[in-house]
C-alpha cells in the first residue's frame, strides 16, 4: 500500500466511521475530559489557599475546592437549576441558549470547512470582521428606518452585512490556498490577529463612540436589535436567534447532502484527487467552501453585536475556537453541530455559575475545549479500551466498516 | 545523538534528489525573496543617507541601530527555538503545530518554579520540563494512539492557552504572574563595544544557547546518524524499518527533542522579562505559529530556519522602535505587520515540500 494510499485509508476511516462508533467516541471524550477536569479542580483546589472551614475533604486531604460542587453547578447551575424549584425563564438557562446560539454558527462554520478537508482555524476573525461590519453597517442604516419596521428590515440587513463580509474574509485563505498553496492553518491563523489588530485600530479611532471610555462603536438603537421573546430579556438571549440558528442546521445539512455543491464539498474532503477526476473544480471548491465558512463566522459575529452587545466591542470572546470544538465533537456533521453546541453552551455557561459558587477559575473552560478536541482526534484510544472490555471487544470490531483495519491492528505494535 | 553504526545511515538516499524541477522553483522564489529584502534594506539605507530628516532617515536610523540588532536578536529567541523543535518533529514525519502550545505552557511553568524556588536556571529547567511532558502527551497521542497530528496539535495548543492562564489564576489570582529576578546579560569584553555587531556580544545568556541550538540542531542534521534516521523516518520509514531502526522510537525521540527546544524558547521568553503575562493570546501571541512558517521558509535547515526568524523578529523590533518614535503610521497597524509579513512569504514560497511521509501514521511491518 502506498503513501497516499494509506492517506486515503486513514481519511476515510475517519468519514466512514458509523454514527453509533462516532457517537460513542464523542461521549467517551467528552465525559473523559469533565472526569480530567475534575482531577484539575481538585489538584487546583491543592495550590490554592482557602481558610479550614471552607476546605473539604476527601481521601483524607483537604480541598479548598470541591469537584462535586463545581460540576453541580457546572450542569445544573447552567440549566438554571430545574430540580431546586427556583427555574425561571430569564435565568442562567437563558445564558447556556445564548451560548449555544453562536456556538451553533461557528461550528457550522468550522464543520464547513472541514467537510471540505480544510481546517479553518479563522472562524474567530472571521467573526471579528463580521461584527464590525455588522455593528457600523446597521448604525448607519438604523437612520433611515425606525419602530417595528425597522427591527424587521435591519435584523436581515444585518446578518446579511455580516455574512457577506465574513465571507469576504473567509475568501482570503481560500484564494490563498487554491491559487498560492498557502497552508491554510497558518494563513487563517495570522488572519485572526490581523482582524483583531485592525479592528482594535478602527474602534480605539475613527469608529470609536466617544461616549464611551471602552473601544467600542456607538451602541445600536434598541429596535436593531433582536427582541427578547418569551424569555431571556435580562439575559441578551433571543429565541429568534436560535431559530435562526436551528434553521441554518437544517440548511447547511441539506446543503452539503442533497445538493451538487455539496457533493462537490464532501468528495474533496474525502478524496481530492477522486473529486478532480470526477470534475469537481478543486480551486473553485476550496475558495467557496472557505467564503461560504467566512460566511457562517460572520453571521456568528452579527449575532454577537445584534443580541448580545448591542454594539462591536475589542476583545470577543473566542467562540471561534470553541467552535472547533463543537465542530469536532460533532464529528463535523451539521445536525451534531446543534447537539454539541448545547454541550459546548452548558459548559460555558456553566462555568461562570461555578466561578460564582466556588471561585474557580472560568479558564477551567479553555482547557477542557483542548482536551475534548484531543480525545475525539484519538479514536484509536477509544477502541483499545473498549476491546479491553470484556464482550464489548467483538462488537467494536464489526462496527469498524474500514475494511482490513482489523488486519491492520493485528500488525500494530507501539514499540 | 552519538556517532552510531552507519550502516542504515545511507537508506535515505533514495529519497533525495527526486522533484529537482520543484526543488529548482523554490530556491528561486525563496532566492527572490531573500534579494528583494536585502534589496529594499540596501536601498532605505541609501534614501536615508540622502534624506536624512524623511522618514527613509528615520528607519535607516532605526536599522543600523544596535539596540535594533539587540531587540532582533532578544525577540529571536523563542521563535527559533521553536523552530528548530518544529524542525526535528516534521523532518521525522510528525508535524508538530502545537509549538505554541508548548512556548505558552513552559513560559508559565519556567515563571512559577523560578517563583517557588527563586533560582532562575532551576525555572528554565521546570519550563522546558513542563514543556518536554506536553510534547510526550502529544508523541503518545499522534504516534501511540495514531491520532490526526493537526487535530491533536491544536489540542495541545488549545491545552496550553486555557491552562497557563488556568493555574497563574489559581496560584496568583490573576492571569499575570508576579514579577520574578531575570538573569544578567553576558558581555563579551572589547567586542561588546564595537558599533551595531556588538549587540551580539552584550546579550542575554538565553541567545547564546540559541547560536548553540541552532549549530547543534545543524551538526545533527549533517553529521550524524541520528540524524539521518530522522530524515529517514519522515521520508521513507519503510527503508528505516528495513534496516533495523525503529521508526517509532526515532519518532518519539524526534517529538521529545522538540518539547526539549520549544520549552527553551518559551522559558527564555518569560524569564528574560521576568513575568508571565496570560490575557487574550498570552505573551506568546503567535510566536509559535510564526515558527512554524520560519522554518517552512528555511527549507527546514536549521541555519536558514534561524536566517528567516531573524527576518520576522527584525520587523518585530523595528515596528517596537517605530511605535515608541510615533512614525505617523498607528501603533495598532505597525503591530500587525509581522503576520502581514508571514502571510506574505507563505503565498510567495506556496507548497513547500513536505517530508514524504509526513502527516502519516507508520505501522510496523511484521
Redesign the interface.
Known amino acids: 500500500m502506498s503513501a497516499a494510499d494509506r492517506a486515503r485509508d486513514a481519511l476515510s476511516r475517519l468519514v466512514d466511521a458509523s454514527a453509533t462508533e462516532r457517537v460513542l467516541i464523542s461521549t467517551a471524550a467528552l465525559v473523559l475530559s469533565v472526569l480530567i477536569g475534575a482531577v484539575l479542580v481538585l489538584v487546583a483546589g491543592r495550590m490554592t489557599t482557602c481558610t479550614a472551614g471552607e476546605a473539604v475533604y476527601y481521601f483524607g486531604m483537604g480541598f479548598c475546592y470541591d469537584p462535586v460542587v463545581v460540576f453541580d453547578r457546572l450542569f445544573l447551575g447552567a440549566l438554571g437549576d430545574p430540580l431546586s424549584g427556583g427555574w425561571s425563564p430569564n435565568g442562567q438557562f437563558a445564558v447556556t441558549l445564548r451560548e449555544t446560539t453562536l456556538l451553533i454558527f461557528t461550528g457550522l462554520s468550522v464543520a464547513l470547512a472541514f467537510r471540505a478537508g480544510i481546517f479553518n482555524i479563522g472562524t474567530q476573525g472571521q467573526m471579528v470582521v463580521g461584527a464590525l461590519a455588522t455593528a457600523l453597517g446597521v448604525l448607519w442604516a438604523s437612520s433611515l428606518v425606525s419602530g417595528a419596521l425597522g427591527t424587521v428590515v435591519l435584523i436581515p440587513f444585518g446578518l446579511l452585512v455580516g455574512a457577506v463580509f465574513g465571507g469576504l474574509y473567509g475568501a482570503v485563505p481560500g484564494l490563498l490556498k487554491a491559487y498560492a498553496d498557502a497552508n491554510e492553518v497558518i494563513t487563517t491563523i495570522m488572519l485572526n490577529f490581523i482582524a483583531t489588530g485592525v479592528a482594535l485600530y478602527l474602534v480605539s479611532g475613527i469608529f470609536k463612540d466617544p461616549e464611551s471610555a471602552a473601544n467600542q462603536t456607538v451602541p445600536l438603537p434598541e429596535f436593531a436589535q433582536f427582541p427578547a421573546l418569551l424569555f431571556g430579556g435580562r439575559q441578551d438571549f433571543s429565541i429568534v436567534a436560535l431559530a435562526f440558528g436551528l434553521l441554518a442546521v437544517g440548511v447547511l445539512y441539506y446543503v452539503l447532502e442533497h445538493t451538487a455543491f455539496g457533493y462537490d464539498v464532501r468528495t474533496s474532503g474525502v478524496q481530492p484527487e477522486a473529486a478532480e477526476y470526477g470534475g469537481v473544480d478543486a480551486k473553485r471548491t476550496v475558495v467557496a467552501s472557505l467564503t461560504l465558512s467566512g460566511a457562517l463566522g460572520g453571521i456568528a459575529g452579527a449575532m454577537y453585536v445584534m443580541m448580545v452587545l448591542g454594539t462591536f466591542q475589542t476583545g470577543i470572546p473566542s467562540y471561534g475556537f470553541d467552535g472547533i470544538t463543537v465542530s469536532i465533537l460533532a464529528g463535523n456533521n451539521p445536525l451534531g453541530v446543534g447537539i454539541a453546541a448545547l454541550l459546548f453552551g452548558v459548559l460555558k455557561s456553566g462555568t461562570t455559575v461555578v466561578q460564582f459558587a466556588t471561585d474557580v477559575p472560568p479558564q477551567l473552560v479553555g482547557v477542557l475545549r483542548g482536551l475534548i478536541i484531543l480525545f475525539v482526534a484519538m479514536p484509536e484510544f477509544f477502541r483499545l479500551l473498549a476491546r479491553r472490555v470484556p464482550g464489548a471487544g467483538s462488537r467494536r470490531e464489526a462496527v469498524a466498516t474500514d475494511g482490513g483495519i482489523a488486519g491492520d491492528r493485528g500488525g500494530e505494535t507501539d514499540e | 545523538m552519538s556517532d552510531a553504526p552507519a550502516d542504515p545511515a545511507d537508506v535515505d538516499t533514495a529519497a533525495e534528489g527526486d522533484d529537482e524541477g520543484s526543488f529548482f522553483e523554490r530556491y528561486t522564489t525563496r532566492a527572490i525573496v531573500a534579494g528583494v529584502t536585502v534589496a529594499s534594506v540596501v536601498a532605505l539605507l541609501l534614501a536615508g543617507l540622502l534624506f536624512p530628516e524623511s522618514l527613509a532617515g528615520t528607519l535607516a536610523d532605526v536599522l543600523t541601530s544596535r539596540n535594533t540588532l539587540a531587540a532582533t536578536l532578544r525577540l529571536s529567541v523563542p521563535i527559533a527555538f521553536a523552530a528548530l523543535g518544529g524542525i526535528f518533529a516534521e523532518k521525522s514525519g510528525v508535524i508538530n503545530?502545537g509549538l505554541e502550545g508548548l512556548l505558552i505552557i513552559s513560559a508559565f511553568s519556567a515563571i512559577y518554579v523560578a517563583d517557588l524556588t527563586g533560582g532562575v536556571w532551576v525555572g528554565f529547567a521546570g519550563g522546558v520540563l513542563a514543556s518536554t511532558l506536553l510534547a510526550a502527551l502529544f508523541a503518545v497521542?499522534t504516534?501511540?494512539?495514531?491520532?490526526?497530528q493537526?487535530?491533536?496539535g491544536?489540542?495541545?495548543?488549545?491545552?496550553?492557552?486555557?491552562?497557563a492562564?488556568?493555574?497563574s489564576?489559581?496560584?496568583y489570582g490573576s492571569?499575570n504572574t508576579p514579577t520574578v529576578a531575570t538573569t544578567n546579560s553576558i558581555t563579551v569584553p572589547v567586542l561588546a563595544d564595537l558599533p551595531f555587531f556588538g549587540a551580539l556580544f552584550s546579550a542575554s545568556p538565553s541567545v547564546y544557547m540559541l547560536f548553540a541550538a541552532v549549530f547543534g540542531s545543524w551538526y545533527v542534521f549533517e553529521r550524524t546518524a541520528f540524524g539521518r534516521w530522522i530524515r529517514a523516518s519522515g521520508e521513507n520509514p519503510k527503508a528505516l524499518d528495513t534496516a533495523g531502526v525503529?521508526v517509532?522510537?526515532v519518532r518519539y525521540a524526534a517529538v521529545l527533542i522538540s518539547g526539549v527546544l520549544a520549552g527553551m524558547g518559551g522559558a527564555a521568553l518569560s524569564l528574560d522579562l521576568g513575568q508571565f503575562t496570560g490575557n487574550?493570546?498570552t505573551m506568546v501571541?503567535?510566536k509559535g505559529?510564526i515558527a512554524?512558517?520560519a522554518y517552512?521558509f528555511g527549507n527546514y535547515n536549521p541555519i536558514g530556519a534561524f536566517l528567516s526568524t531573524m527576518l520576522f523578529a527584525g520587523l518585530d523590533a523595528m515596528q517596537t522602535v517605530l511605535q515608541l518614535q510615533g512614525i505617523g503610521i498607528?501603533r495598532?497597524?505597525i503591530?500587525?505587520t509581522p503576520?502581514?509579513v508571514?502571510?506574505v512569504v507563505?503565498?510567495?514560497v506556496?507548497?513547500t515540500r513536505l517530508p514524504?511521509?509526513a502527516?502519516?501514521?507508520y505501522?510496523?511491518?511484521?
Open positions: 503545530i497521542v504516534i501511540g494512539f495514531r491520532a490526526d493537526i487535530i491533536a491544536l489540542a495541545v495548543w488549545l491545552i496550553a492557552l486555557g491552562l492562564p488556568f493555574a489564576q489559581v496560584i492571569p525503529s517509532t522510537r487574550g493570546p501571541n503567535g505559529f512554524i512558517v517552512l498607528p495598532q497597524l503591530r500587525i503576520f502581514v508571514v502571510i507563505l503565498a510567495l506556496g507548497r514524504e511521509a502527516g502519516e501514521h505501522e510496523t511491518e511484521d
